[in-house]
């Protein structure tokens, strides 16, 4: 793949892929001192970068777990028409987090597109990528920073059962993923998109100078 493929634009006219996009907002943010979500990126709350991306993403339905900041986080979503799910088990670990999403898709979704709702610089053009590698027949398709697996990862409706039957705690689909390398696709995502993560505060920080020329929706 080409590692500067330009603008992505994908418009409204175009086919359903199929893929449906869940966002993992549930957690506390205990590290972050709570309200970690909604806490502000270049004035956007951290979950609208994440929702703004899938926006302008090849992506039919948007689903959004949420758990602790739930009402809050609701009102964030409505404007991006996604679908909110509140997962009441969310303190049990972001795998509950994961069925509860799998669980909301519809009977049309072909395919899940698991992303953390704290890597607010992901942007569309990874999320372009992964759908790019399932329609070309990956089963699981993870995306790579310099060659590490990390965030976001697609599965396709093939797996979820499996998917399923192996999530426990707070591991998400790590395990999964470890136990499985032949179902799984990586997709080099260097220089189009950052995976960095907030947990505190100074994370937050760390990532205002990156952002500062960041334009929603794309990268």
Not at 39 to 52: I, Q, S, T
Not at 134 to 146: R, S
Request: some cysteine; charged content about 25%; glycine content about 10%.
């Amino acid at each position: 793949m080409d590692d500067n493929p330009g603008p992505v634009i994908w418009t409204d006219n175009r086919p359903p892929s199929g893929v449906w996009a869940i966002v993992l907002a549930a957690g506390a943010g205990s590290r972050f001192g709570g309200g970690k979500l909604l806490a502000k990126l270049n004035d956007v709350p951290l979950v609208e970068y994440v929702l703004g991306a899938l926006e302008a993403s090849p992506l039919d339905e948007t689903v959004v777990v949420v758990g602790a900041d739930a009402e809050r986080l609701r009102e964030v979503c409505e404007p991006y028409e996604a679908r909110v799910v509140e997962n009441l088990d969310w303190a049990q670990g972001q795998s509950t987090s994961v069925r509860a999403g799998l669980h909301a898709l519809g009977p049309e979704a072909r395919a899940a597109l698991v992303l953390l709702a704290d890597q607010p610089l992901v942007g569309a053009a990874v999320v372009g990528r992964l759908v790019t590698a399932f329609e070309e027949g990956a089963k699981v398709a993870v995306a790579t920073y310099g060659g590490r697996p990390r965030n976001p990862v697609l599965f396709s409706r093939e797996v979820w059962p499996l998917l399923e039957a192996e999530l426990s705690g707070d591991e998400g689909a790590r395990a999964f993923l470890r136990r499985h390398p032949e179902l799984v696709t990586l997709v080099p995502c260097d220089g189009v998109g950052d995976p960095t993560d907030v947990d505190t505060a100074e994370d937050l920080e760390g990532l205002r100078e990156g952002a500062r020329d960041y334009k929603m929706g794309s990268r």
